[in-house]
């Protein structure tokens, strides 16, 4: 049986379904699933959920939103660790530097880990972190759970940020783009946090006046042009980024039919060019072509076999499982792969 993309998406818990082959269509399959996961503290359980990502190694990270800490599973979904981890031991009065630098590593990654919303990871496997309320974003070593690093600080001016809720790098490597939800802004930075461009994208409100839009989720193409979803008036854009040009956009307005969505979130590739978007109010997911259009609507609202509440994070593997997290829901969920037809 060949080998297909695994999704990803982001729930409370998180969902593994599977791809299909019809003739040479790949179809997402949701007949077939186990869960695993609840809603709390512990291990594996989790608080509103935001975005996720897949390592090269096949593990899992999610961003645990209101439980302030990065989890981290297996590939099967099972509990690996969190960031922050446990706190380094202060019982000595008097600390060594080698110490003193551990307990201030420690509480700078739980300053970052406040509210922890868009993931990424760079080219030489580090987490970056978007902290929604810290306003900064976190440079995370996977392996020790150490902070190397820290991008921006709080406010308003270019190279600062405001409510940052995702984060994704180039495929060159050399551009971070950032969604700033309360800044109604996309920064792309360079990698020591300067302001590359700053994108603003407006539209007309029903009293003929023209008003910015709240960025959510952000993913570049393998194009390097920059897809960009906009909830509060449920649309996807993409850009040329450095030159601040439209190129397609996906959404009219509001509602459930072909070339519609509503508060769209996160992004990610899909099979044969095509990209998956979370259309997180409609408990769905939406399939479009690399150039903005309609493919397929994935699933519907429900707690049933195969069925989705507000989605959120996407991430695609090369396997014969796949998954993903719903904020709404309370489990992890797993399928084996959809026969082929």
């Known amino acids: 049986m060949n080998k297909y993309l695994g999704l990803i998406p982001l729930f409370f818990f998180t969902a593994f379904f599977s791809f299909a082959t019809i003739g040479n269509v790949v179809a997402l399959d949701f007949s077939s699933f186990t869960v695993k996961g609840f809603e709390g503290k512990g291990p594996l359980e989790f608080a509103s959920p935001e975005d996720l990502l897949l390592t090269p190694d096949g593990r899992i990270v999610a961003a645990d939103h209101r439980n302030n800490r990065i989890q981290i599973l297996s590939a099967e979904g099972d509990y690996l660790t969190s960031i922050p981890g446990t706190p380094p031991k202060t019982a000595s009065s008097s600390l060594s530097a080698e110490e003193q630098a551990k307990i201030q590593n420690f509480t700078e990654l739980q300053n970052i880990c406040r509210k922890p919303s868009g993931l990424a990871l760079d080219k030489n496997g580090l987490l970056y972190v978007a902290s929604f309320e810290a306003d900064k974003i976190g440079i ?4 020790d759970g150490s902070l190397t690093g820290t991008i921006s600080r709080s406010g308003k001016a270019q190279g600062e940020l405001n409510g940052p809720t995702d984060i994704a790098i180039s495929p060159d490597g050399t551009k971070i783009a950032v969604a700033e939800f309360k800044g109604k802004r996309v920064q792309i930075l360079a990698e020591d946090g300067k302001c590359l461009k700053e994108l603003l994208y407006q539209e007309e409100t029903k009293k003929g006046r023209f008003s910015t839009v709240a960025p959510r989720g952000v ?14 008036f449920h649309q996807i854009v993409c850009w040329e980024p450095m030159e601040g040009k439209l190129i397609w956009r996906y959404g009219s307005a509001k509602g459930r039919d072909k070339g519609q969505l509503d508060s769209p979130s996160f992004i990610t590739d ?24 309609f493919f397929e609507h994935h699933s519907r609202k429900g707690s049933a076999p195969g069925r989705l509440l507000s989605p959120r994070g996407l991430a695609l593997l090369l396997t014969s499982r796949l998954s993903y997290q719903i904020p709404e829901t309370t489990e992890f969920i797993f399928s084996s792969l959809g026969r082929q037809l």
Not at 140 to 143: D, F, K, R
Not at 219 to 232: A, S
Request: overall charge negative.
């Open 140 to 143: 995370i070593n996977i392996a």
């Open 219 to 232: 993913h570049w193409n393998n194009l390097g042009q920059l897809i960009v979803t906009y909830p509060t």
């Open 270 to 293: 899909g099979k044969d060019g095509n990209l998956l978007i979370s259309d997180s109010g409609n408990h769905r997911i939406v399939e479009i072509t690399s150039d903005g259009k």
